[in-house]
């Protein structure tokens, strides 16, 4: 079977002075996951590569780049999953750590726990030698400036979240050629949240799931919603009754703007390398690479294709 890797940027309203930054991000991010299959990696080792490529780049809203908390800091939380043992590692509220995806493989991998939090993350970071940064050094003149405009923290409903108060998260799903899924989701969070504050993203069920039964999803959007509706889970659910991955993700999204008033997306993959990128906000940044054709889109219903070969 052939690989599939698709990435995601963040659901919010991504105001014109970032679409083409932001297209550029996924479409990079996209590729460089890929390759990674194309090298033989697993899709686990893809969607870490893709994701810490999303980290890397200042214009997302994870890594550097990332949302402020109302006292100004970078706290942020990030999840990886093994679709083909349903091995998890999750990070929340950690500081000074440029790739917390990578940190999040390392709970998963060298620890008996799935989430570590805070201080006990920073220490743990510590006791395997990752590598740590300033906080300034993950902090961008855009985002201080946006923190400074918007003291209030979004309650979340379409009209808020889709008021350029949010800045949200990043994520990746692939299958490889074995069949196997992953995902990964990353996150600063959203802007103004209270110190401690943890979101969807590194929550098993809710930023993202992966199960190579039903497939792999990375989330986006309002935490506290995407919390209440389990949102990765709900879509797998729904993929598990027969939907396709497009109808099982627009159903949980609407779920969710009718039960909560939450607004969001989500990228998925199953493991026969059906996917989908879905989103109830103004914008989504995504892109997916299947065989030779990149696929990428910002706008609802609206998706181009360049061919990789070219
Ligand atoms: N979706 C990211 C957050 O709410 O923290």
């Known amino acids: 079977m052939s690989a599939v890797l698709v990435v995601h940027g963040g659901a919010w309203a991504i105001p014109d002075e970032l679409a083409t930054a932001s297209i550029d991000g996924v479409k990079a991010a996209a590729r460089k996951g890929f390759l990674t299959l194309t090298r033989g990696g697993s899709a686990l080792d893809a969607v ?43 990070v929340s509220s ?13 709970v998963m991998e060298k620890t008996s726990h799935v989430l570590l939090t805070g201080k006990g993350a920073n220490l743990f970071a510590e006791s395997i030698g990752a590598a740590t940064v300033p906080t300034e050094t993950l902090v961008t003149e855009y985002e201080r400036r946006e923190w400074k405009k918007h003291k ?19 994520g990746a799903v692939a299958v490889d050629s ?8 990353s996150t600063g969070g959203i802007r ?14 809710c930023g993202g799931f992966a199960d190579n039964t039903s497939g792999a999803v990375s989330c986006t959007g309002h935490g506290e919603s995407i919390l209440k509706v389990t949102l990765a889970r709900l879509i797998l659910s729904h993929i598990e009754q027969g939907k396709s991955v497009a109808n099982a993700s627009q159903v949980s999204l609407q779920h969710m703007g009718d039960r909560v008033q939450g607004a969001g997306g989500a990228i998925v993959v199953s493991p026969s390398g059906e996917w989908a990128a879905t989103f109830t906000t103004e914008r989504m940044a995504w892109a997916a690479v299947e065989g030779d054709v990149l696929w990428y889109g910002l706008d609802p219903n609206e998706r181009a294709k360049e061919e990789l070969s070219q």
């Open 192 to 205: 103004n949240k209270m110190v401690g504050r943890v979101g969807d993203s590194p929550i098993i069920g």
């Open 94 to 106: 950690v500081k000074n750590i440029a790739n917390p995806v990578s940190l999040a493989r390392a």
């Open 48 to 90: 870490e590569a893709a994701v810490r490529a999303l980290e890397d780049n200042s214009v997302f809203n994870a890594g550097h780049g990332a949302a402020l908390n109302a006292d100004g800091e970078v706290e942020l939380d990030s999840i990886i999953m093994d679709g083909k043992t349903l091995a998890c590692g999750a």
């Open 178 to 185: 074995a069949g196997n899924v992953a995902c990964a989701t």
């Open 152 to 170: 209030n923290y979004s309650t979340g409903v379409k009209e808020d979240f889709n008021s350029q108060w949010a800045h949200d998260t990043v």
